[in-house]
């Protein structure tokens, strides 16, 4: 039985790929053609699964992009989860934090919808975090350093002269007993993704904030990989799924992710 952090490290190598593609589909920017159609979303989906698969590490659907739209939308999550291809990383962008009980049921529901990993928040502490650990083959990226602007609220305070996500990615490695244990930092903070990585050498890291977000590829491919340049996922959702608007959206998502794919390849193999 292959734990969560091999099947990462083995789908990273066999796709020559590090880019994770966030599924964050709004139908309010889907091309006009397929809102004509009956099930808009999920052929969206289908379209830019069927463009880029061969060029990525990992889809990440948005869950409040699916949640917003009801009951239809958990049905299209479900669909679009199961039609992702054997062997890509499939993962749940949840952020969920609640005590242990409510988190067991976070857990049961999604990795129950197909997920590999979901993503976490480590506010409430490990007890919060431990049901989406409890299976090997399944686990979580915990929330360490986030690409938003309003991150600097909280989590680069001081606790025992280093700022708090340094104590959170030393608390997740600890966490990853069953080498099913990643984090979240943002390539919107490249000098602090070194410190990151030096906490924890042997976790891998899903990186937000490349394309729309303006963040640091270069600075997040040299902080955030390992030392052989892997175990991690470099994010990008709407430089990829809305790069045209046209009948030609797929063709241009994948061109995008191919641009990206070779960038991040260009910096690793330097």
């Known amino acids: 039985m292959k734990s969560l952090n ?3 490290r083995e789908t990273i190598h ?4 590090l880019v994770c593609v966030g599924l964050d589909t709004d139908p309010g920017k889907i091309p006009a053609h397929l809102t004509r159609q009956s099930d808009p979303v999920f052929t969206f ?3 830019i699964i069927d463009a880029t698969a061969g060029l990525v590490a990992a889809y990440k659907p948005n869950l409040a992009f699916y949640e917003a739209l009801g009951a239809e939308g958990w049905d299209i999550l479900s669909r679009t989860v199961r039609y992702i291809p054997e062997g890509i990383l499939k993962i749940g962008d949840a952020k969920r934090g609640d005590i242990g009980s409510t988190a067991a049921r976070y857990a049961d529901a999604l990795f129950g919808l197909g997920f590999d990993a979901v993503t976490v928040s480590p506010y409430l502490g490990g007890d919060s975090v431990s049901p989406f650990l409890e299976d090997p083959r399944r686990g979580a990226f915990i929330l360490c350093l986030t690409s938003n602007p309003g991150s600097r609220d909280l989590q680069y305070l001081e606790s025992g002269g280093r700022p708090l996500y340094l104590h959170v990615a030393e608390k997740i490695r600890d966490w990853n007993g069953k080498d099913n244990c990643g984090l979240v930092a943002g390539a919107t903070h490249p000098e602090e993704l070194a410190g990151i990585r030096e906490a924890a050498p042997a976790i891998p890291f899903l990186i937000p904030g490349v394309g729309a ?3 640091d590829l270069e600075g997040a491919v040299r902080s955030g990989t390992d030392a052989s340049g892997g175990m991690a996922v470099i994010n990008s959702s709407r430089g990829i799924l809305y790069a045209s608007r046209g009948e ?4 241009a998502a994948r061109e995008e992710t191919r641009k990206l794919r070779d960038a991040i390849n260009a910096i690793r193999n330097r």
Do not use: C, Y
């Open 45 to 47: 989906n289908k379209r």
């Open 248 to 251: 030609d959206f797929a063709d």
């Open 6 to 8: 091999e099947r990462i």
């Open 14 to 17: 066999a796709q020559n790929s």
């Open 213 to 215: 977000q303006g963040g």
